[in-house]
């Protein structure tokens, strides 16, 4: 067999955007991210104060209350859950080998990531403790409607 | 009177058998996956009892059964020396060539186990079809790319050229591609060794199609889908630093320049 070369000097037709080198570049910029927030998160958590036994329901009350720790949670929801999905991909990549069991696999890893993300995020800025209108015995200690 | 003839052929057959038998050698059994594509309809492992000394090397073990036991045996081997990049096969669950492996590095009290190397369409025992490997490494452009004619030596510092002397040792034998797990579910994936020789031409300071090759490695199956496994630096019988090459051709497309 000969070698042949199509047109080997010619520069290859542009591309759209590259997911692949971007899909590369958010994989490690997130991780470092990600190390520093998932550190936060387990000290305040697990350790600051009266440590893992001041975890409840009042808890992540209190800090969704405040905008620091809602941005904060939200930021470790959207990077971690992009960085793990995006993971979930390349392993589906790696080893399905049916195209067609490759294409339904990803697209459900996407709806699962997109649904989780819009639930989570909703959570987060939309959390009221203590909603009106609830019977009273529904609430936590520290409502006022209590 | 009978018993003694039988003492006497039994004693001839020794001696044969001692000068046959080189002072040190032992009999290591390889069990060599074959494929036969007229008899077989799936590879099967068939072992062979092989005296060897501990510094022959697999192919010399090869050769024997060969040259002395089973002659519908295949395999390739040109050089023999390391060079030709023939001869690698998966000895023992790892890619090596047969021709720089010695029984004495392995271990000759268990059963060597000789296969072809993975991810490569089998053609017949330990042969694979190299065009797809091939093919991949012509696409990466593996040849000097210069304007102006040659009319005198293109000179070039010594730090220049140390930039990709550790990706000039290929010698395209497929340890490092067939080594790879991407490659093997993946058979679109450029390769180690693609993207090895495209390292040496990114940067060549004499090269003016770094550009190029560059671009056609920042594809779907370009160097993203290296998976840093390092699978292919432990294969490379040259002792190239694949996996960091990979990970300097990486950043050069990040940089958009070598």
């Not at chain 1, 999905?85 to 996407?110: C, E, H, Q």
């Not at chain 2, 074959?34 to 060897?52: A, H, S």
């Not at chain 2, 210069?146 to 510092?157: F, M, N």
Request: hydrophobic share 40%.
């Amino acid at each position: 067999m000969t070698a042949t070369l199509d047109a080997p000097r010619s520069k290859p037709a542009p591309r759209r955007t590259n997911w692949e080198k971007w899909g590369w570049i958010y994989m490690r910029a997130s991780g470092v991210v990600l190390v520093v927030l998932i550190f936060g998160h387990l000290f305040v958590n697990l350790y600051a104060g009266e440590g893992v036994k001041a975890i409840d329901f009042g808890f992540v009350a209190g800090k969704w209350a405040s905008p620091f720790w809602q941005w904060y949670d939200a930021a470790l929801l959207w990077l971690a859950l992009i960085h793990g999905s995006n993971g979930m991909r390349t392993i589906v990549n790696d080893y399905s080998t049916g195209p067609r069991l490759n294409t339904w696999l990803k697209r459900a890893i996407f709806v699962s990531t997109v649904l989780l993300i819009l639930l989570g995020t909703l959570v987060i800025f939309t959390f009221d403790p203590c909603p009106t209108g609830t019977a009273a015995d529904l609430l936590p200690s520290f409502c006022a409607a209590r | 009177m009978s018993t003694i003839t039988v003492e006497a052929a039994q004693g001839s057959a020794l001696e044969s058998e001692m000068e046959e038998a080189p002072p040190g050698s032992f009999v290591v059994t390889l069990i060599i996956r074959r494929f036969i594509p007229e008899l077989d309809e799936e590879p099967r492992w068939q072992d062979f009892d092989v005296r060897v000394l501990p510094t022959d090397r697999i192919l010399d073990a090869l050769h024997k059964i060969k040259w002395e036991q089973d002659g519908s045996l295949t395999f390739r081997r040109s050089c023999a020396h390391g060079i030709c990049g023939s001869d690698a096969m998966r000895i023992n669950g790892r890619n090596r060539l047969a021709c720089k492996t010695l029984i004495k590095d392995l271990d000759p009290s268990q059963p060597i186990y000789v296969e072809a190397i993975k991810g490569l369409p089998l053609e017949k025992d330990l042969i694979v079809d190299m065009e797809p490997f091939f093919e991949s490494y012509r696409q990466i452009q593996p040849f000097l790319q210069a304007s102006g004619s040659p009319v005198r030596e293109r000179t070039q510092t010594v730090a220049a050229r140390e930039r990709f002397d550790d990706t000039t040792k290929c010698i395209l034998c497929a340890a490092c591609t067939s080594s790879c797990p991407v490659f093997w579910t993946d058979g679109q994936y450029f390769g180690p060794a693609a993207i090895v020789n495209a390292h040496r031409f990114i940067f060549d300071d004499r090269d003016e199609a770094a550009q190029v090759r560059l671009d056609i490695l920042n594809d779907k199956e370009g160097v993203w889908r290296c998976r840093t496994t390092f699978n292919c630096s432990e294969a490379c019988p040259r002792g190239i630093e694949v996996t960091k090459a990979i990970a300097e051709v990486k950043q050069a497309v990040l940089r958009g320049r070598p």
